[in-house]
């Protein structure tokens, strides 16, 4: 079985083993376990300098790691065939030839993953005009703001056909137009490709991410589903106007509540349940809305699940 | 291999339009063609005012024992070398040993930065998201050696056309397979000093530190390639074998020079497969 059927049969696209690097006394990643789901849109969170860059740099092949090992696309990260266009990126920081105009770094970037020269100025034309940068086609890197820099990045993570997506950052320091078409982007890549987004952005990794781990000083200290990350399926935030000790009683003892407690705000009760091995979530959110109103709260909000930055708050 | 030498070209295009666009190239095969059409200049210069002075070519002829023995003391008592070199075109002479002497520091000059500079910007990583590192440094190789043997070439025929009209005596034709083989020589130094260069440029970032530890390396060779004990270990301690009538001595020269030249390279290329980009 080659990488490739290897990699789709696991369904994992990439994975670490005690991956390290250290710079100096400095551990930057430390002893890092970490899946990602093939076809998945996976978050990677973390506080600055959790080790987040440092491992997608690893990951594209950049720095190499002090210890420990990774598979990318099935292949050991030492084989990985970075020529051949099946991983692409929006590395940190990284300036393009200052020299040249975007539309001449974009076919030349596509003429490396084999596309000819037609065929790269056409989906360099369209991804320069998803993230509004058709104006500045002709302009020289040297001349880019840093916003445009940033669009020109995203757009080149784009060409061709990667199988693997890495995204640092990538709507940091855009404005919502362009943060919203990038999220778009993202999402149409959902199910060809696999997507690994950076982001500080909790309640947009939330948003766009079917998966996500949070790294910190380092280390995973929490990764899966994000449905299960924010409890999706095992709570549901309820506002209640008039909550008091009583009703809160008469909400635990609706079938399928296994515990109540307060939330953070007034009002506020987290209510966590259980399904049935023949009930679907939804049902079960819908059965206790219906039995705290039969209980005699006054439900004004409802959210399922936990925020991931409570999550991320918790852990980090 | 085949798809990292496709990569590589495609690499070396994208730079060598780089450096036609920022006239990097073209400023480099002008300081090239100048430092040819001075050298030309002041030597055919004094060399037709010389033998335009009465009893000059008289005196040359009938003490040329004299100026043989002048050289062969200068060369370590090589009879053979000096008897070699007295025949040889004046200008022509001066104008190899002056490459073989300044094109290792016109190299550091402008190619200091042939693999730094793209790891300082990291623009380099999203080439390195689609090639492998080999190409980018045969590639980064390639576009640097295509502008070197251009500013070479422009040189040499700035040289030889502006002594084929204003050098008194000289015979182009004549002088052609002497003219080849310093071509020949040229070429093969700046192979060697290029895989130096390149050598600093994967260890440093910075092209001005790079620049300057290029120089303070070429400077310790030509003291290295003074020692008797350890002169060997210097490409600068066989410059005056390729000078050298005898075969066996030229091969050793060129052997030298091709040795050392690969050795820099593949320390280079080993570096930036192993670096953090």
Known sequence: ?316 | MNSTISQALKIARFDLGTSIRTSKAVVTMAVYAGLALLVAAVTTFLQNKLLAEPGVQEGLKTQMDQIQQVISAALGNDTLLANHLVNMPVALMVFFWLTQSFLPLLIAVISSDMLNREIRTKSARFVLLRASRSSLVIGKWLSHTTVFVAAIVLSWVVFLGYLAFNLNGFNLFQSIPLIMKFFGFTLLIGFCYLGLTSLMSSLVDGSGTALLLTIVVLLFLAGLAQSDMFGWASPSHYRYKIWSPRADEILAGVGAYVLFGTLFFAAAWQRFLRRDI
């Open chain 1, 1 to 316: 079985m080659n990488p490739t059927e290897q990699q789709q049969s696991g369904g994992i696209a990439v994975q670490t083993e005690n991956l390290s690097k250290a710079f100096g006394n400095l551990i930057a990643v430390d002893r890092l376990n970490l899946q990602i789901p093939t076809g998945s849109i996976f978050g990677l969170l973390g506080p600055n300098g959790a080790g987040k860059t440092t491992t997608f740099s690893m990951l594209c092949g950049f720095v190499k790691p002090s210890s420990g090992s990774a598979t990318v696309l099935g292949y050991p990260l030492k084989e990985f065939p970075f020529h051949a266009g099946r991983l692409s990126a929006l590395p940190q920081d990284a300036r393009f030839n200052p020299d040249r105009t975007v539309l001449q770094s974009m076919i030349f970037l596509g003429s490396l993953v084999g596309l000819a020269r037609r065929e790269a100025e056409d989906q360099a034309t369209q991804l320069l005009r998803a993230v509004d940068l058709t104006d500045a086609a002709r302009m020289k890197g040297a001349h880019l703001s840093h916003g445009m820099s940033k669009r020109f990045g995203i757009a080149q993570a784009f060409l061709g056909r990667p199988d693997l997506v890495m995204l640092d950052e990538p709507t940091a320091g855009l404005d919502p137009r362009n943060a919203f078409t990038v999220r778009q982007m993202i999402r149409a890549l959902a199910g060809t490709a696999t997507v690994v987004v950076s982001s500080h952005n909790l309640a947009e990794v939330q948003d766009l991410c079917t998966h996500a781990a949070i790294i910190s000083q380092g280390k995973l200290v929490s990764s899966g589903r994000m449905d299960d990350l924010t409890s999706r399926n095992q709570q549901v935030m309820m506002t209640i106007s008039n909550l008091d000790a009583a009703i809160q009683a008469r909400i635990e003892a609706i079938p399928g509540v296994v515990g109540v407690m307060a939330g953070g705000n007034d009002g506020e009760l987290k209510v966590m349940f259980k399904t049935t091995a023949d009930q679907k979530v939804e049902d079960a959110v819908s059965a206790i809305i219906a039995g705290a109103i039969a209980a005699g709260a006054s439900v004004s909000g409802v959210r399922r699940g936990q925020d991931l930055e409570q999550r991320y708050l918790e852990v980090t």
